[in-house]
């Protein structure tokens, strides 16, 4: 067995060793300007280093869009396992970095405050939370790397400036145009190019006065005397990354954002103005060269708002007994719509509405990404000793969807229709051009309806109340939905709550007519069956193209083409007598390019023909299985064992267990027998 020495020694590495000397670098004023020289990017503004830092993960075009979106990868969380990826949402995503990319080249967007606006649950705060943990990663490799400054005490020890600003601050402000002159002379045109803008924080502006006493005046003797290290961004450490929430309003006050007096260095330094009596601790000065999240930020006082006015236009705070303090950070709020309204609604606070820029969150109104953020806390490999039969998160993902569309204005198209054009499918009568003015159209589509959350939660219900079953399916979860909307606290009214339900319903009839098709396709799933109907039609149709007459392989007669046959095949995709004929031909056709190509017909290779074939054959044998008879449980030997076989089917093809398999087996057996009841009582 491997010791503990031994292990601790196995997980070290050398590289982890280098990442350590690296990170905690220190040099002198004069190194530092050749860091720049050598790597400009070390100098960036905030929002310069937040942009490049998402630009660098690369970007990718969404498969089978039109349009051409960009899709960033950095909101895929591909450092993180996917664990906070958000999915969907790529619209929303381009346009907040663009923000990112107008503020790094200096548009403007650099004085705004970003607010990210949408419903509870919709990934406003995951969004911020990625941007966090990707600066503090970012910050750690060579091209994120950024640097401060301390100042050394005459025992040894390092006061470091506590907003960690630039060392380049240092210069003054008469020097400043030519030293940038200076570094950016060599500077690639597509790079950007050094600025020195603003002051370093009181703190070190009184130590500078001091230095520069006893330099006699020379500054350059100033910064040759300071150290500078290289600081790696952390939320855990409070460096550069900074998070506010709303609490009680009698126990916040402002100071949390920009400082307070350390009163028991009062008595030291005499004099409560004195920086070395001050403790530059608020969240203002934790972000600077990095970022702050405002969390519900329009649930702070509005005292508070109006510090966001100066940190945002200006980039400046006011510390208490203090002047004005230079910042660099990209601030980042997130709200929901009820504060949002009170927002727009005060006319006090207009001034910070003009400096805002609001990016609507809405919740995902694709199908296939709904699916996505259920299969990534609900899977195989992480819900243990429980099987999720298929279509179970597909479901609840479905009803979710729904509660956040709007009712179509198109004459003729459901809701559950147009949830389907939204994921992609194609419907008779729709283009890709009809469903842009369906998403036009319906401008507050996303911003209501259900929340991730709820349907989380009620997927976590349905795992835990059903102990005594080894699999969890769509009934489970969608009775646990049904019976969390009687007391859903954000629901307002009740016509909503039983809108709600009826769309539940909905989701029923649609997961039986998936299932319905899953069960025929598995009764019809007989390969040489299925060859030998389609060589039959095949022989038939070709007879009936060509005007010629079909041999009869038990009798070696000739005789007319089997019209019957044809018909109960075609009449399973809906093909009219109208349009038999432009079949017919269309298959023919086919056909006869296939051979031209040298390659021979299959019926898999056609997939309205395929279906229409598995269809016909799953009514000719589902009277030989008796599935029906499932039902009564009254189960003889024979039909047990072909019962077993389109189990396996169901398992082997479309991932079913064996108590799902059944269970959907049972459920389209009673929907057969209920059927055959009703024909017989006609």
């Known amino acids: 067995m491997t010791s503990g020495h031994e292990l601790l020694q196995k997980l070290a590495s050398k590289s982890e060793y280098e990442n350590f000397r690296q990170e905690t670098w220190q040099g002198t004023f004069a190194d530092y300007l050749d860091l720049v020289r050598e790597n400009p990017g070390i100098a960036r503004s905030a929002w310069q280093r937040m942009y490049d830092m998402i630009i660098q993960e690369g970007t990718y075009e969404l498969d089978g869009n039109r349009e051409k979106l960009t899709r960033y990868r950095f909101f895929d969380d591909p450092y993180n396992d996917g664990q906070d990826a958000i999915f969907g949402l790529t619209r929303p995503l381009i346009e907040l970095v663009n923000v990112f990319k107008s503020a790094a080249l200096k548009y403007g967007a650099e004085r705004r405050v970003l607010l990210l606006h949408g419903p509870v649950g919709s990934s406003k705060s995951t969004i911020a939370r990625l941007l966090k943990r990707g600066l503090q990663r970012y910050s750690r490799t060579d091209e994120g790397a950024l640097y401060s400054f301390g100042w050394k005490e005459e025992d040894g020890s390092i006061t470091w400036d506590p907003m960690n600003g630039d060392p380049l601050l ?124 405002f969390i519900e930020v329009l649930k702070l006082d509005v005292a508070f708002l109006y510090d966001l006015l100066g940190a945002s236009q200006e980039h400046k705070i006011k510390p208490k007994k203090f002047a004005q303090t230079d910042i660099d950070t990209v601030i980042i709020g997130h709200t929901n719509e009820p504060e949002f309204r009170k927002l727009q609604s005060n006319e006090f606070m207009e001034a910070l509405r003009d400096r805002t820029i609001k990016i609507d969150i809405p919740y995902v109104t694709k199908l296939s990404e709904e699916i996505r953020i259920y299969e990534k806390d609900y899977n195989q490999r992480r819900v243990r000793g429980k099987h999720i039969a298929p279509h179970t998160l597909e479901t609840a993902a479905m009803w979710a969807v729904l509660t956040r569309l709007e009712e179509p204005k198109h004459h003729g198209l459901s809701v559950l229709q147009k949830m389907k054009l939204y994921n992609g499918k194609t419907l008779p009568g729709f283009t890709y051009e009809n469903v842009k003015q369906l998403r036009k159209e319906a401008k507050s589509e996303g911003m209501h309806g259900i929340s991730p959350r709820f349907v989380q939660d009620k997927i976590s219900n349905a795992l835990v109340v059903n102990p005594h079953s080894t699999c969890l399916n769509p009934f489970m979860v969608l009775n646990e939905l049904e019976e969390g909307l009687k007391h859903h606290s954000l629901i307002s009214n009740e016509e909503i709550r039983e809108y709600y339900r009826h769309l539940i319903s909905m989701v029923k009839e649609e997961y039986t007519d998936l299932v319905k098709n899953e069960v025929q396709r598995a009764i019809a799933a007989d390969e040489e069956a299925l060859t030998r109907l389609c060589g039959n039609y095949i022989d038939n149709v070709k007879a009936y193209t060509q005007k010629e007459k079909v041999k009869n392989k038990f009798t070696g007669q000739d005789e007319e083409p089997d019209e019957r046959l044809m018909r109960s095949i075609e009449e399973r995709i809906d093909i009219p007598e109208s349009r038999m004929d432009d079949f017919r031909r269309e298959i023919m056709n086919y056909i006869g390019a296939l051979s031209l190509d040298g390659r021979s017909f299959n019926y898999k290779t056609n997939e309205r023909l395929q279906k229409a074939l598995e269809m016909k054959l799953f009514e000719d044998q589902k009277d030989t299985i008796k599935l029906t008879s499932m039902v009564s449980n009254v189960v003889d030997t024979e039909t047990q064992e072909k019962i077993d076989i389109v189990k396996s089917r169901l398992i082997r093809n479309y991932g079913y267990d064996d108590e799902s398999a059944t269970d959907v087996l049972q459920y389209v057996a009673s929907i057969f027998a209920r059927g055959d009841a009703k024909s017989e009582s006609k």
């Open 170 to 293: 240092l210069i003054p402000m008469n020097h400043r145009e030519g030293l940038c002159a200076e570094l950016n002379a060599g500077i690639d045109s597509s790079k950007y190019e050094i600025e020195i803008t603003g002051d370093i924080c009181p703190l070190s502006r009184y130590y500078f006065q001091e230095r520069l006493r006893e330099f006699d005046g020379d500054w350059t003797k100033v910064v040759d005397s300071v150290v500078v290290r290289r600081i790696v961004l952390s939320e855990q450490d409070r460096i550069g990354i900074g998070t506010f929430q709303p609490k009680d309003e009698k126990n916040q006050d402002s100071t949390e954002l920009t400082g307070d007096i350390n009163y028991r260095k009062i008595a030291e330094y005499g004099s409560e103005s004195d920086p070395r009596a001050f403790n530059f601790d608020g969240e203002f000065n934790v972000a600077n060269r990095g970022m702050i999240e």
